[in-house]
């Protein structure tokens, strides 16, 4: 193989492959170029940083589950070995790599469309009374109006869809250069799969013997190039059979709550329809029983022809209208705004890197407002993920100790700069320099010192110009090195064998030895020209919550180190137990050190991390922290953030056998005693270990109400799966909504779990945004989406839901009654076309007011009075027990807010509706028989007029109270639907003969609105409609208020400051009397005599090393040799331009 | 629905008050002292409109008559007997006397009103067929389907017009006769018969079809009447304005009413002397006693009424205001206290403070 040729077979003849996996070159390769390439096996992994986007390589695809797709995941799974030959196109004969992830192609659209869409049950069944309207003579509604409305929200909601899919479509290419002609062989490697962290296949070149392939030289679809900027590569699997993609299916689709609630309660209308119907029909029987023969001005044989079972389909149409037609697709198109609301909004923008929030589903918009148990991940969700060298000890002086005046300064950082590293962050500390020129007594340790920073690491530097930038797989050890480089100390070039620094201005090499692995608990030794330099592991720097690090070395002699060598070279061919005896063997040499000094990093807390944790746990939100790292780090970030305080008193679990912690468990529930289940001011702390004997199905009931007792919780060392199985526990149960928030891989699966996933969308990759619902860029944004929109989205999202719900009633119950007076013949008292128009026209924009622009009240407010979450937390106004219970497809908030109790609220909007068309039925008895003012006399469209002219206005009244806050488009929505319908009735009423529509209508505007009756009663009935709801309103405003009635007086009071009651209200009568039991936790007063709590201040260290690398630390020192540039030759540059352009 | 990932931040709109949420709104608030003017106003208004609308209404003269015979009580209930079947005798008739001690204050309106009788009955109500009301040749040769089974006579003629409603037209006809002195002569109040329909009706939605050679006798050939008609309907009237499609009577009758009990215009007394009402005296109704209504247990009344601003009497509208009035009032006075009590309450828990 050349080099300068950078691409392997396969990719010349197919430019448009994209995304590929490539197949590095294996470690040994010990050819030019492969080397470059091997430094990539650490770097380049499925979370890859983005630094240099290559062109061939392309950004993370999405994903949309479809049909299709699972079954050629099944298929493919199964697959068999496959035969990769290099430069041979003809004799591979794979899939092509081209990926469209758009769920429709133009022919599959309309079949698939409509498929997916007559799945929904409430489109089935409108389907379904269309076709009944085809029955002559069984409809009283006509043929099509039915039809129409359906096609019409069928064109929207495909509309809808296509605008949707239209992004999903993938096209991306691969920019490849010439092929290696010379290259000939194949590859044997295992099928198409979705395991990540698998591969197994062999690598045959013609001349040479057999290579194994693994996975370490796999590079998936979507990783990124960071060190380098060409590799060569094989392709193995393309497009739909790439482990990406094969992973990609995203799990079951995610539905909200209220989702399930309104499905229940359409299943109620529907039950309420049929029963609407089979009175009806009775009704109509027994009518007939008694006027049924001797009227003979109805046509006789009518009596007999039509059976019960014809008369229940004609009532089922007549009444069908009570399942809100546009319901689905109002909601569709709310949620799909709410959506856009969360992503256009500049408060979630992080501006560093030009990233919004993205809501990547809008199913569960409304359940962001119900979230009561929040699991964080901590690393790169918590913390930026970025250490810094905050401080160091040398020779017992400590250097660099003015966090109080920077982290002062720090917190003023706004937002955006949070996360980057910045001057005020760096180690900052003139004295430490002026000793180490002032010859100050301590001067040689304090040389000794850097010098050991800049050689001890894994680091490898890398020129940009005259800057040096540091590629580090552990981000503590570049710190590190960055931290001796700014005391000049710098790090220049790394070979495998040496390693130079420059000092001072000096330059000096050093040859390595040996690279002692580091291991969590002794630390990571080299031995360089002899001196055993050590990075041991740490001490504790008293309450500076930072990883420590204790840095010690010991001169060894040349006699000493090859007695020593010897030794590891036996232990590290020992066939078992090798790792145990490596450590024995680094054992013997790790003695006697030298204490230099130690360092402390920080991985900095992202900016407003302890408001946004402050903030939330007032809202009554629980947070669990469940993360990897070690114990200590997990309880110091814990701290910082304020999730634990210091005088919270900690159940620590750690425990080795089932017994031992079903124990422990056990008494520490004992220990509470009556304030298990209650929220206690308590932090229990526990790792993977004891989590895996405490979620053993015996233990786990009381784990979980003990874990349930307590204000935080920490899970620390934990599995990726073991994230999962904690929020899967949690969510099943608790009824309870949970949210799961990581960046990493290791948290896909607790994110694809939770009810809601959230992906903090930055530097760790794209997997974890992915697989969520939601993407923030920094954890504190968090707030804003929970607290402002995921409020709002609630509120919003059933009142809509319930008004639908309301208006629909109020209209077509009408007819019941109607029904009483016409010999439950089936007559309609509307025309036919208002009645399908009323959905689709007159009444559709008060619903997407309501669920558009509807505020309770103002983000500042939300913000700031976090408890206003507890309202839409609890949900009662809106949940499957309230509507059980007459399981309301009218349980609801409209009439429910506030004094009045259950049975109000799954009544009320009945009751109301009832109310009104019974009011509107006494409007009938009224206007009995109503004459005009010439005397004329009227028809039953004219007094149906009437009455949908007042249901219309009472309706839009009914949303307008609704409504806590009017804007211009609540203005529009409300008052234009009334002018619409009025506007409509005019023009209606003039079509026939014209247009051969409705000839019953011609004339009625003239009539109706010219009627005095008509307008006496225009003000009397919405009135009386509505007058009962303003009053309770208004004695509950007065006498019972909550939280949020006091913040929306202080609002509209405009006054700023609100000195709100906030823990301790004034008095449990005025108001929060709901709110008030939630977010104070109980003082707790628990002894425990159990050992596991520590009351005792936060202590710990740790130092962040990349794990299950497959790779070890000598090998990757070994790799690099910086004074070489990449592969020498002509074609990098041009490639580079190219890349460019 | 799912977005694409790479999506982000693409096509953001600019940052207008509508897509960060912060249009400015009106956040009302409802309570008490809000409430309280409202219901008290609202409260007086309703009651004050109420009582105005009551004596309007209580302003309106009616007098009607139950003619349907059936209890033996009336001089009708000869013909009631005779015509217990589905065809009266032809030529029954019977009278009314009544006497108006004083002037029966005018417009006066004449009214026919059938109770039980259930013109919104769906069957009943859909069997027309508007096309062919409205003169479309086609229609009057092939009428709907709606109309069967009065579509076809018996001999397999179109009917027309078809249908139900037209088929049981009411073919009562009533003449007032007026005693000025006692013992003196009848005289005839002449009943005006036109301008009883509403003038879209009669001037837009009915229709002859094309009058044949002048006649509209022709234009209906090779149709057949209703069955329970005696007279084709270019016979309505000789008047031919009032014939055929739209004979008043018929386009009224075709208006089908809401409830089971409706009544119908039959005509206005405006003319000549009686132009401002019915002046004192005895009176005499000839009614021409046809309809069959004792079948299903209905009844007809012959109704005199007068008109005021609002239409017709309906004394109930009235009542509706003053309750809802009252009502306000009431709730008023109950916001009233829970104002003040917790205003008090408010006022020492801030004096606590």
Known sequence: MKKGHRDATLLDHEKKWDNLHFLTSPSDGGREGWGACGSERSEVNRDQKIERPCSFLCGPSEVEETMGWRQSLQRTDMSKARTIYLNEPLKNTFCKNSISTAKYSVWSFLPLYLYLQFSKAANAFFLFITILQQIPDVSPTGKYTTLLPLLVILTISGIKEVVEDHALLETAEMQTEKQLSSLSGKIECEGPNCHFNSFTGTLHLNGSSPVPVGPEQVLLRGTQLKNTEWILGIVVYTGLETKFMQNSVKSLLKRSSVEKVTNLQILVLFLLLLVMSLVSCVGGMLWKDKHGVDIWYIVKKEHNTHSFGFDILMFIILYHNLIPISLLVTLEIVKYIQ?????????????????????????????????????????????????????????????????????????????????????????????????????????????????????????????????????????????????????????????????????????????????????????????????????????????CRLRTLCVAYIDLTEAEYQQWLVKYKEASTVVQDRTQSLEDCYDTIERKFLLLGATAIEDRLQARVPETITSLLKANIRIWVLTGDKQETAINIAYSCKLLSGQMPRIQLNTDSLEATQEVINQSCQDLGTLLGKENDL??????????????????????????????????????????????????????????????????????????????????????????????????????????????????????????????????????????????????????????????????????????????????????????????????????????????????????????????????????????????????????????????????????????????????????????????????????????????????????????????????????????????????????????????????????????????????????????????????????????????????????????????????????????????????????????????????????????? | MTWSATARGAHQPDNTAFTQQRLPAWQPLLSASIALPLFFCAGLAFIGLGLGLYYSSNGIKELEYDYTGDLGTSNCSVCAAAGQGRSPPPRCSCAWYFSLPELFQGPVYLYYELTNFYQNYRRYGVSRDDEQLSGLPSALRHPANECAPYQLSAAGLPIAPCGAIANSLFNDSFSLWHQRRAGGPYVEVPLDRTGIAWWTDYHVKFRNPPLVNGSLALAFQGTAPPPNWHRPVYDLSTDPNNTGFINQDFVVWMRTAALPTFRKLYARIRQGNYSTGLPRGAYRVNITYNYPVRAFGGHKLIIFSSISWMGGKNPFLGIAYLVVGSLCILMGFVMLVVYIRYQDQNDEDEDEE
């Open chain 1, 683 to 1141: 932090a229990l702390i526990i790792d993977g270990k004891t989590l895996k004997h405490a979620l053993h199905s015996e233990v786990k009931k009381n784990f979980l109400s003990l874990a349930l007792s307590c204000r935080a919780v920490l899970c620390c060392r934990l599995s990726p799966l073991q994230k999962a199985e904690i929020v899967d526990l949690v969510k099943k149960h608790v009824r309870a909504i949970t949210l799961a928030i990581g960046d990493g891989a290791n948290d896909v699966g607790m994110i694809q779990t939770a009810h809601i996933g959230v992906g903090i969308s930055g530097n760790e990759g794209m997997l974890a945004t992915n697989n969520s619902d939601y993407a923030i860029a920094q954890f504190s944004y968090l707030e804003k989406l929970l607290l402002v929109h995921g409020a709002w989205n609630y509120f919003r999202v059933t009142k809509c839901i319930l008004y639908c719900f309301y208006k629909n009633v109020v209209l077509y119950i009408i007819e019941l009654w109607f029904a009483f007076m016409n010999g439950f013949s089936g007559q309609i008292i509307f025309d036919r076309w208002c009645i399908s128009l009323y959905n689709l026209v007159f009444t559709s924009l008060p619903p997407f007011t309501l669920g558009i622009c509807e505020q309770c009240c103002s983000q500042e407010s939300l913000l700031r009075h976090p408890q206003l979450y507890t309202i839409s937390q609890t949900g009662d106004t809106f949940n499957i027990k309230v509507s059980r219970r007459f399981s309301a497809g009218l349980s609801s908030r409209l009439l429910s807010e506030g004094p009045l109790d259950s049975m109000c609220k799954c009544f009320g909007p009945l009751l109301h509706s009832l109310l009104v068309a019974h009011k509107n039925a006494g409007a009938c008895l009224i206007l009995e028989d109503m004459v005009l003012q010439g005397g004329h006399t009227t028809d039953y469209l004219f007094l149906g007029n009437f009455i949908y002219t007042y249901v219309v206005v009472t309706v839009c009244l009914k949303a307008g109270l609704e409504t806590l806050s009017w804007n211009k488009f609540s203005h529009l929505g409300i008052w234009g639907s009334i002018a619409m319908w009025l506007v409509f009735f005019a023009v209606y009423s003039f079509l026939w003969p014209t247009i051969p529509i409705s000839p019953e209508m011609t004339g009625q505007v003239n009539m109706v609105l010219v009627c005095p009756y008509f307008w006496l009663g225009f003000f009397i009935v919405p009135f009386v409609c509505l007058i009962q709801n303003v009053m309770w309103k208004s004695i509950r405003n007065t006498c019972k208020r909550t939280l949020l009635e006091e913040v929306r007086e202080m609002e509209s009071s405009r006054i700023q400051e609100l000195d709100l009651p906030r823990d301790s209200e004034k008095s449990p009568r005025t108001e929060t009397a709901n709110l008030q039991k939630s977010p104070s936790p109980q003082p707790c007063e628990v002894v425990f005599r159990n050992n596991s709590v520590d009351l005792g201040n936060p202590q710990g260290s740790a130092f962040s090393q990349v794990e299950q690398t497959g790779i070890s630390q000598e090998e990757l020192v070994r790799a690099y040799d910086t004074t070489k540039s990449m592969p020498v030759g002509t074609v990098p540059s041009a490639l580079s331009k190219a890349v460019l352009e």
């Open chain 1, 339 to 543: 959506a856009l609301f969360i992503n256009w909004d500049e408060d979630m923008h992080y501006k560093a890197n030009n990233v919004y929030a993205m809501a990547r589903t809008s199913n569960l918009n409304e359940e962001l407002g119900q979230v009561k148990y929040l699991f964080s991940d901590k690393t790169g969700t918590l913390t930026c993920n970025i250490m810094t060298l905050k401080k160091c000890t040398i020779a017992g002086i400590t250097y660099g100790d003015q966090s109080s005046r920077s982290d002062a300064g720090g917190r003023k950082l706004s937002q955006s700069q949070a996360c980057s590293v910045t001057e005020a962050y760096e180690f900052n500390d003139p004295t430490l320099l002026r000793n180490l020129k002032n010859n100050h007594p301590t001067k040689a340790c304090i040389k000794e010192f850097l010098t050991l920073l800049c050689v001890c690491h894994t680091v490898v530097p890398k020129r940009d110009g005259n800057n040096i930038n540091y590629q580090a797989s552990s981000p503590d050890e570049a710190a590190l090195v960055k931290g001796a480089k700014k005391l000049g100390f710098v790090f220049t070039t790394r070979t495998p064998y040496s390693v130079t620094i420059e000092a001072m201005g000096e330059e000096f090499t050093f040859e390595i030895l040996n690279v002692l692995e580091f291991s969590s608990f002794c630390a990571y030794v080299q031995a360089v020209k002899c001196v055993l330099f050590c990075v041991a592991l740490p001490l504790f720097l008293k309450q």
